[in-house]
Structures are given as structure tokens and as C-alpha cells.
């Protein structure tokens, strides 16, 4: 079931610099210890990722709703840039999650990516 999101909350590209004013060492930062870090892949994200989000941290903040990505969904989206930083995410949540192969490898089928995902055995 989709969760009920305003999608510009989701992929809201902001008009100006963020970094001052909510960004790492910001005064938001200092005093929540909480910053903002612009996402540049919005674009890779898997078809209908939204029904896919997990609530984080349900019902601690007022006026805040913290949401994360299928494991599966950040996969794809890391392994679509496929930076070495990207790589070496996905190989650490393969490693805490653990990923499974075959569900990758069907969610790589259901968006259409071209990633490549093989298993070590292949």
C-alpha cells in the first residue's frame, strides 16, 4: 500500500544552497544534530519506490517524517551511478542486511536497469 507523501517532499531539488543554513557544522546541525545533504540520483530511483519506503523513527518528531529506502531500492539506486563509493555501499549492505541475490536481481528486472547484477558464482 503507497504511503500518502507529497512527492515534492521526496525529490525536492532546493532553489538556492542549503549547506549554510542546514548542511554539515550548520547551526541546525549544532544545535538538532541533524543536517540536510542534497541527493543528486533522484532520477535512478526504482519504479514505485514510494509504497516501498519504511517510516523511521514513527511518531519522535512533531513536525518531521523520516523515511528510508527498500534495501533492494538503495541498492539499485547506488549500483545505477556505480561510483566506486556506490560499489562499495552496496557490498557493505549485501554484507548487514543481507541482500539476496535473486531479489536483486528480480528488481533490477522489475526497473529495467542494466546494472549487471551477477552472483559470486556466475
Known amino acids: 500500500m503507497p504511503l500518502d507523501i507529497p512527492k515534492h517532499v521526496l ?17 541546525l546541525h549544532r544545535k538538532h544534530r541533524v543536517y540536510l545533504q542534497l541527493v543528486t540520483v533522484l ?21 518531521l517524517r523520516l523515511f528510508a529506502l527498500d534495501p533492494y531500492d538503495l541498492a539499485l539506486t547506488k549500483l545505477g551511478r556505480n561510483s566506486q563509493r556506490d560499489r562499495e555501499d552496496v557490498l557493505h549492505l549485501a554484507r548487514v542486511v543481507p541482500l539476496d541475490v535473486a531479489t536483486l536481481r528480480a528488481a533490477t528486472t522489475r526497473c529495467g536497469s542494466t546494472s549487471g547484477i551477477r552472483s559470486a558464482k556466475t
Open 43 to 63: 532520477e535512478a530511483f526504482p519504479e514505485d519506490y514510494e509504497e516501498r519506503l519504511t517510516e523511521m523513527f514513527p511518531g519522535a518528531f512533531s513536525n
Open 11 to 27: 525529490a525536492v531539488k532546493p532553489p538556492m544552497d542549503l549547506n549554510p543554513l542546514a548542511g554539515i557544522n550548520s547551526p
